[in-house]
């Protein structure tokens, strides 16, 4: 069990769609994380939020906007996406910066 | 870039055996996290590291951070098909709130 909750867990969209992903933690973690990860590949980081200010962004294509609303929530807005941006999308939060993040199950997102 | 280096990328092993991962940097390390991913699952966080030469054990798991704080590992003492999985050693790239994954260790059991 995972107290990140990421919705959806599997996603197929087309290049000219717009989908988001959600994420949601309610453990007081006041940083949290967007990563991509490919097949028997590492967690790459793309963004990460700290008190929900953009801290970190890791020279992410614009067709990858996150966005915090609140210090719960995390969204990652997908826009005209790529085939090769299919991959898992894993949410992550911590209670500060250098704590052990937890992690979502992820958003396993394919591209057509 | 990637900071820190993993080593091997793959290890099978038969149930009962021991299994060990690295993990080397060329620079000093401020501290090192472990995960453990299983298979079609998760990063789950195992421990951290902060202090130099510091070792930490969990059941069958041995953690330990270099004396230089330039290397760390994971040792698992007989070994259990519950092991599976793929083991991460991240480094926190301190005042960046980044954490940088080692390419990681995939470790098979045959039981």
């Given at each position: 069990d995972t107290e990140v909750t990421q919705t959806p867990k599997h996603l197929v969209m087309g290049m000219t769609n717009k989908k988001s992903l959600k994420c949601e933690q309610?453990?007081?973690?006041?940083a949290m994380y967007w990563y991509k990860q490919k097949a028997k590949k590492p967690p790459e980081l793309m963004f990460v939020y700290s008190y929900e200010k953009l801290s970190i962004n890791e020279s992410v294509p614009s067709r990858f906007s996150p966005e915090c609303p609140n210090s719960s929530l995390l969204n990652l807005h997908l826009h005209?996406?790529?085939?090769?941006?299919s991959a898992l999308y894993l949410c992550a939060s911590s209670l500060m910066g250098n704590q052990p993040q937890h992690f979502g199950d992820g958003t396993r997102l394919s591209i057509l | 870039g990637q900071q820190v280096m993993q080593i091997p990328q793959y290890q099978h092993v038969q149930e009962g055996e021991d299994f060990t991962t690295y993990c080397n940097s060329s620079t000093t390390l401020s501290n090192i996290q472990w995960y453990k991913q299983r298979p079609g699952g998760h990063p789950v966080f195992l421990i951290q590291l902060v202090k130099s030469g510091e070792v930490k054990k969990q059941k069958r798991l041995t953690f330990q951070f270099g004396e230089a704080k330039k290397n760390s590992s994971l040792h698992i003492t007989a070994t259990q098909t519950t092991d599976v999985g793929t083991y991460f050693c991240a480094e926190i790239i301190q005042g960046a709130q980044k954490l940088v994954f080692g390419q990681g260790t995939r470790l098979t059991i045959n039981p």
């Open positions: 309610h453990m007081g973690h006041r005209a996406l790529q085939p090769e941006d | -």
